[in-house]
T-cell receptor
């Protein structure tokens, strides 16, 4: 039973356009949500997070939106750049940290 | 430099031969955890520790042991490795399970 779901295994976006990565969760006890980025042969790196008391958090080109009623969060990357090509993991936490399966983002030239 | 260091980076071993993967962090984080990454399954938490001498099972703890005798170290122990434990393993540390720093990974093959 997946508590954190990333339903799109991959996504291709033109350079300069907006990338939107989606994540759904089932456990209403999660109080903190995070996005990580992972390149091949490297460990995941933290990208951006949001507390359950907020609905938006922005950091440069990256914005995370949280819709608690829908149990849905999304990561927006604007504008998308070639270096954004990577696997993105959504994660949710109460004490344990539960990751989604990841979405591979390809930025097309 | 803030970092999480795992050793070894690569390991090939035989079924049943006990092994330990070490993890050390230099950020004085209370929270440390181990994950395995498998194709199509994402990152799954094996064990986590909220502080010294406090450890808890994650989602896939079977076949693994951990210990947290010091704040900076969190070794992962496979007492009797089996081929289904062939995977890519990551150690991570953070304050209170929030934004985590990950190690570079350990690719383990059990034959």
């Amino acid at each position: 039973d997946q508590q954190v779901k990333q339903n799109s295994p991959s996504l291709s976006v033109q350079e300069g356009r907006i990338s939107i990565l989606n994540c759904d969760y089932t456990n209403s006890m999660f109080d903190y949500f995070l996005w990580y980025k992972k390149y091949p042969a490297e460990g995941p790196t933290f990208l951006i997070s949001i507390s359950s008391i907020k609905d938006k958090n922005e950091d440069g080109r990256f914005t995370v939106f949280l819709n608690k009623s829908a149990k849905h969060l999304s990561l927006h990357i604007v504008p998308s750049q070639p270096g954004d090509s990577a696997v993105y993991f959504c994660a949710a936490t109460d004490d344990k940290i539960i990751f989604g399966k990841g979405t591979r983002l390809h930025i097309l030239p | 430099e803030a970092q999480v260091t795992q050793n070894p980076r690569y390991l090939i071993t035989v079924t049943g031969k006990k092994l330990t993967v070490t993890c050390s962090q230099n950020m004085n984080h209370e929270y440390m955890s181990w994950y395995r990454q498998d194709p199509g399954l994402g990152l799954r938490q094996i064990y986590y520790s909220m502080n010294v001498e406090v450890t808890d099972k994650g989602d896939v703890p079977e076949g693994y042991k951990v210990s947290r005798k010091e704040k900076r170290n969190f070794p992962l122990i496979l007492e009797s490795p089996s081929p289904n434990q062939t995977s890519l393993y990551f150690c991570a540390s953070s304050f209170a399970g929030r934004e985590a720093f990950f190690g570079q990974g350990t690719r383990l093959t059990v034959v």
